[in-house]
């Protein structure tokens, strides 16, 4: 007689599974307790120690005789807790133990892992290291806050033991390597740290090696050749910059012109490499200690062309500028320490222009905005000089006016300090540092009472049993796997039993099962060799998204994109990674669950990443089934940057939107292979290893979901989005761009060969037809489901059935509201604007797509005046004078084109004006009705 117990293996495994959550709960709560009093009693412990230890040594009777009381104010217990965690065990960091008991608690509480916590250990490494170093700093000497010493008996004994062992040399490398090793355990940019002692070390051993050249070895008689090696020759004293020098070529005329009356009126600033000037501060380096540098108008050390008549020089060294002659009367190069060659002019005099100074082969002159403009006329202008010649080459003026001077400072390439440059990883999540991800607890928990229970799993056996034997197929065994829709009915076959045979039997099994619908036949079950029999329980159970979240399962996927959907048969969680996936096809005819089936993956993702890993575009031609989505939208969604809504609801801008994605792609792929990675992990990893320029147009790159519902009435308004959902379906995957595609029907004229070809993943709620479960599946199977989220993955071939979790609308909405109410970016994901050509335009099919755009730029009026006015209009200048960005510029130049108002661009013409007076424009906006 079989048993009547009417509780199911999976309600008994249900209760255990609350007991134990409860029980660890309690646990976890005690725990906290015991640690918030432990450490309370060890921070009074540090001021009681004293008179506590001397009451604690006397028995209760004495105590009372005299009249002693504990001090601690956690009495007698915390007293001598005290003196166990800090005394007898790890001194000062005998603090730490309470604090990992608290932390242990609140895990516990919170159903976290507790035996590889990073936290718990990097605390418990600190305290073992930290005892030890006390211990071994000071041992026993002093004793301010316990009897033993600062690093307790553990810290105290061991690091004697070690002292005796491996010496104090040795204890001392030991526990530094520990530290190191510590801190490296704590945070991996602490190598970094580590790296950069090493390097300012490294310096400061170079830098003395200098000083022992420079000051020891010089001196001596020996100098360092060009090689850099050690000669025993010493070189010609080279002349002071300040001392008069041999005249080297005829006197210059700026030598004997009386120096004017300065006044630094039109700098000019002359840039070249960095080399050059270096080149030139190093031949003097070795003559001078002086900072400043002395040239001649043909860019040598002043020292060695300036003629003895040259006007006595200033004493270099406490100026800003080192004054030298240039060949020009009044000219002077002046090469400060910054290294940036200046032309100083006595204002109101005439002065040499700006030309001459350009000539020389590589400089360029730029004369503020206006280069053909007179350098003598802007005497309130900084004049910029960039010159790519070497301070050498740069050719002396001309003699023609007077009075000018001229202040060198040879601009060196601005290098920032080596220590400044920042060598820690690039984290995108400070970006949202606060961000918090949604507790679990805005998700519902449904808690099912309908479970199958025995007697029901017994009749259903006995029922295959007999169908099969009725029809001559004996078995040996049968094993029932409850599952939260199906149970499986696994059996093994008598040998020699054709599998075929049973295949065949579907829907006489049925028959006997009475069950409608959800026999599915598995034959043979993949690896296993044995067959399975699907049959719906007569009670489904739900998945709640509550349960799947907090499972270990995804919450301990490694995977990129970790999506948990539902629970297999086996009452298995299924995770899998979307970025792997890679793009999904999802099925099913109306009612049966899809929509649920989106929102489970959407919120997976929710739950698992942050605003900077993840962006979602939405295109929902429903209009209702995302809308809810777009309060996260400066969290989690992309849009392009021209369209107001985050949701894309109209077919038009939905293919406008698949397109901007493509060229997303495109820029992205384009990024990748300028950085040499072969996909997105790669290449953000490089990212943020900062082993990419951001100047370089490197940025990093969240992943992109594109979710789209209703496939089949987009594909049937705007045939044309096949193209960019096939081209992203083919390229994207490597770039983080993953597509999900919903439709209720799947027909081979919504999910055409292209698209089908390109999704090798699948999702099949119920169907209504076989045809359509082979259209999605290639085979039969989703029209034998169940529906309310009984659903069919397949992946690589491989079917797997899954009761989709339960999330409904308002958890959705609890979950947006929790993201929404934290502080987001200034605005959704920018994803590059897309501008069809008239020519797609008119593809869509209706008129309004070829006219001009429906909505027009704020700007748009204003812009199209001034372009009349003006006679002219460039994209460029739409940027600069309106401070738009590069996107809306060239949108507000499409809608001023397809309003007839400027003429097409042709090359790198400026494009015609076709309005040339501004009442005929104003009629012209009134007509378009922008004012
Ligand atoms: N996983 C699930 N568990 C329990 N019930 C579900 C599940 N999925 C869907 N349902 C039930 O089925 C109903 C319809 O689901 P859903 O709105 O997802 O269907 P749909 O396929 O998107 O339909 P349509 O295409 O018409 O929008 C839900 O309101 C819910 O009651």
Redesign the pocket.
């Known amino acids: 007689m079989a048993s009547k117990n009417t509780t199911s293996p999976n309600g008994r495994q249900n209760v255990q599974r609350s007991n134990r959550d409860s029980a660890r709960w309690i646990a976890g709560l005690l725990l906290l307790f015991v640690g918030l009093f432990s450490a309370a009693a060890v921070f009074f412990s540090f001021f009681s120690w004293a008179p506590d230890q001397s009451v604690l040594q006397k028995s209760v009777e004495d105590r009372e005789l005299i009249g002693a009381e504990i001090e601690n104010l956690c009495g007698v217990a915390g007293a001598r807790l005290g003196m166990l965690l800090v005394d007898r065990s790890f001194g000062l960091f005998g603090i730490l133990i309470p604090v990992m008991l608290v932390l242990i608690g609140i895990r516990i509480i919170r159903q976290r892992p507790l035996l590889v916590n990073h936290s718990i250990l990097s605390l418990f490494f600190i305290m073992i290291l930290g005892s030890l170093t006390l211990g071994f700093a000071f041992a026993d000497r002093w004793s301010i806050c316990c009897s033993t010493g600062w690093g307790g008996a553990f810290g105290i004994e061991v690091s004697t033991l070690l002292r005796t062992h491996i010496g104090a040399v040795g204890t001392l490398i030991l526990l530094l390597g520990g530290w190191i090793l510590t801190g490296v355990f704590i945070n991996r940019n602490f190598i970094n740290k580590v790296n950069e002692v090493g390097n300012v070390m490294a310096d400061k051993g170079e830098k003395i090696v200098e000083i022992v050249k420079h000051k020891v070895v010089v001196p001596l008689g020996r100098v360092p050749g060009e090689d850099g090696a050690i000669t025993e020759e010493a070189p010609e004293p080279a002349p002071k910059a300040a001392e008069p020098a041999a005249p080297a070529a005829p006197a210059a005329p700026a030598a004997v012109v009386p120096e004017p009356p300065v006044q630094k009126a039109a700098p000019i600033h002359v840039e070249r490499p960095a080399e050059s000037v270096a080149a030139a501060k190093a031949t003097l380096r070795d003559e001078d200690d002086d900072p400043f540098i002395e040239l001649t108008p043909d860019g040598k050390p002043v020292g060695e062309v300036v003629p003895e008549e040259t006007e006595p020089q200033e004493p270099a060294g406490d100026e800003e500028f080192t004054e030298v002659d240039l060949s020009h009367p009044e000219g002077r190069v002046v090469m400060g320490r910054g290294g940036l060659i200046e032309l100083e002019r006595p204002a109101f005099r005439p002065a040499a222009p700006a030309a001459p100074v350009s000539d020389g082969p590589f400089t360029e002159i730029i004369v503020g905005d206006e280069p053909e403009e007179p350098v003598e006329m802007r005497a309130e202008i900084p004049v910029e000089v960039t010159a790519e010649t070497p301070a050498e080459v740069l050719p002396a003026p001309e003699p023609q006016g007077e009075g000018v001077v001229v202040t060198v400072e040879s601009n060196e390439a601005k290098l920032v300090d080596e220590k400044a440059i920042p060598t820690e990883s690039y984290d995108p999540l400070k970006d949202l540092v606060n961000y918090h991800k949604p507790p679990v607890t805005l998700l519902e928990d449904y808690v099912s009472d309908s479970e199958v229970s025995d007697e029901e799993i017994f009749e259903n056996k006995t029922k295959i049993e007999e169908t099969l034997k009725y029809f001559g197929i004996p078995i040996q065994r049968i094993k029932a796997t409850v599952g939260p829709t199906v149970t499986l009915y696994e059996i093994v076959q008598a040998q020699g039993v054709k599998i075929a045979k049973i295949q065949g039997l579907q829907n006489d099994i049925a028959q006997s099962l009475k069950a409608e619908s959800g026999i599915r036949i598995i034959a043979p079950i993949p690896g296993k060799g044995t067959i399975g029999i699907e049959v719906p329980n007569r009670n489904k159970q ?2 709640s998204m509550y349960s799947a979240v907090r499972s270990l399962r995804f919450q301990e996927s490694k995977a990129e994109l970790p999506v948990v959907i ?1 629970r297999t048969i086996q009452n298995e969680n299924f995770v899998f990674d979307l970025a792997k996936m890679p793009h999904l096809l999802v099925a ?10 989106l929102n489970a993956i959407i919120t997976s993702l929710l739950y698992r990443k942050h605003p900077a890993q993840l962006k979602f575009v939405m295109i929902d031609p ?1 209009m209702v ?1 995302f809308s809810l989505y777009s309060k996260v939208e400066r969290h989690f969604l992309a849009k392009m940057e021209s369209e107001d809504e985050a949701i894309v609801t109209d077919p038009r801008k939905a293919v406008y939107t698949l397109n901007a994605l493509c060229t997303e792609m495109d820029n992205r792929l384009e990024l990748c292979k300028k950085a040499g990675a072969r996909n997105i992990s790669e290449y953000n990893e490089k990212f943020t290893s900062r082993r990419l320029n951001p100047l370089n147009g490197h940025r990093f790159m969240p992943y992109i979901v594109v979710v789209i519902d209703e496939f089949a009435d987009l594909i049937m308004t705007a045939k044309e989005v096949e193209t960019p959902v096939t081209r992203l379906a083919q390229k994207a995957r490597a770039i983080g761009i993953h597509l999900i595609i919903a439709t ?1 029907r799947p027909s081979v004229d919504v999910i055409t060969g292209k698209i089908k070809a390109n999704f090798p993943a699948r999702v099949a ?1 119920r169907v209504m037809q076989m045809i359509d479960s082979r259209t999605i599946l290639d085979r039969p199977g989703a029209d034998q489901l169940i529906g ?2 009984d659903m069919l993955i397949s992946k690589d071939g491989e079917l797997t059935r899954i ?4 999330v409904e609308t308002k958890e959705v909405e609890r979950i947006v509201d929790y993201i929404s109410k934290q502080q987001g970016y200034t605005a959704a994901y920018a994803l590059p604007d897309y501008t069809p050509d008239n020519g797609e335009g008119q593809q869509m099919g209706s008129e309004e797509a070829s006219s001009a755009p429906l909505k027009y730029d704020s700007l748009f009026s204003e812009i199209a005046r001034s372009a009349v006015q003006d006679g002219s209009i460039s994209t460029s200048m739409i940027q600069r004078n309106y401070e738009v960005g590069f996107n809306r510029a060239g949108r507000i130049m499409m809608q001023l084109e397809r309003a007839g108002i400027v003429g097409r661009q042709q090359g790198a013409k400026p494009r015609d004006i076709l309005y040339h007076d501004l009442p005929s424009l104003e009629a012209k906006l009134q007509e378009l009705g922008v004012f």
Not at 803 to 806: E, K, T, V, W, Y
């Open positions: 739900i998945v539902g099913g005819a109306t009612g049966q669950g899809k929509s649920v089936g429903k089934e209720q709620f309310r989220g009761q989709c979790a339960l």
